[in-house]
């Protein structure tokens, strides 16, 4: 059973178009993480959402914690092949499931110049 | 400040053999985890160690096990190979007490 649904799996669009990768789960998570990993590497932290309602902002990417903390969503602003790779989100749990990270299966985003 | 470093980069192992993989984790870290990545089920998550002692494991046969040193560093062992193993594996270190990993670069494990 995969806790965290990523959507959409593949995603190609063309240089300076907007995009969005949603993050969705019926648990609550105590913290939520993004990461982008590329071929060969293991995955980056880009941004940790630990409020209800959060929303950070990284440059062109705009991550939210949904207001319930089971959903999240990550916006890229005027896209650039420098983005491409694959964008995972992470949730972590507090108490006896605490120390691990429950991932979703990612979305391969490739940004065509 | 050195990352997480593991390995070897590549392994390429025969049906039945065993394998270790090693991590140094980051000066510092404490907490050390094991995934494995592969394309029909994403990252899942086989175990973590904090001080030499085992916090946490995932749903992975008993074949798959590790262990942490007195220096942090980690090691996981897959015994028996099956042809399923073939993997990325990634370790991840953090300080122990807060959600916040740094990934290395991974081993990629081929069963033949």
């Known amino acids: 059973t995969q806790l965290l649904e990523q959507s959409p799996q593949f995603l190609s669009i063309q240089e300076g178009e907007n995009l969005t990768v949603y993050c969705n789960s019926s648990?609550?998570?105590?913290?939520l993480q993004w990461y982008r990993q590329e071929p060969g590497e293991g995955p980056v932290l880009l941004v940790t959402?630990?409020?209800?309602?959060e929303v950070k902002k990284l440059k062109r990417l705009t991550f939210q914690f949904g207001d319930a903390r089971k959903d999240s969503s990550l916006h890229i602003t005027a896209a650039q092949p420098g983005d491409t790779g694959l964008y995972l989100c992470?949730?972590?749990?507090?108490?006896?499931?605490?120390?691990?990270?429950?991932f979703g299966k990612g979305t391969l985003l490739t940004v065509n110049p | 400040k050195a990352g997480v470093t593991q390995t070897p980069r590549y392994l390429i192992k025969t049906r039945g053999q065993q394998v270790t993989l090693s991590c140094s984790p980051i000066s510092g870290h404490r907490s050390v985890s094991w995934y494995q990545q592969t394309p029909g089920q994403g990252l899942q998550f086989l175990f973590e160690y904090f001080s030499e002692t085992q916090r946490n494991k995932g749903n992975f046969p008993g074949r798959f096990s590790g262990r942490q040193f007195s220096n942090s560093r980690s090691e996981m062992n897959v015994s028996t190979l099956e042809l399923g193993d073939s993997a990325l594996y990634l370790c991840?270190?953090?300080?122990?007490?807060?959600?916040?990993?740094?990934f290395g670069s991974g081993t990629r494990l081929t069963v033949v």
């Open positions: 992470a949730g972590s749990k507090s108490g006896g499931s605490n120390y691990k990270l429950t």
């Open positions: 959402v630990v409020t209800g309602g």
């Open positions: 648990s609550v998570f105590s913290s």
């Open positions: 991840a270190s953090s300080k122990g007490q807060e959600a916040r990993y740094t």
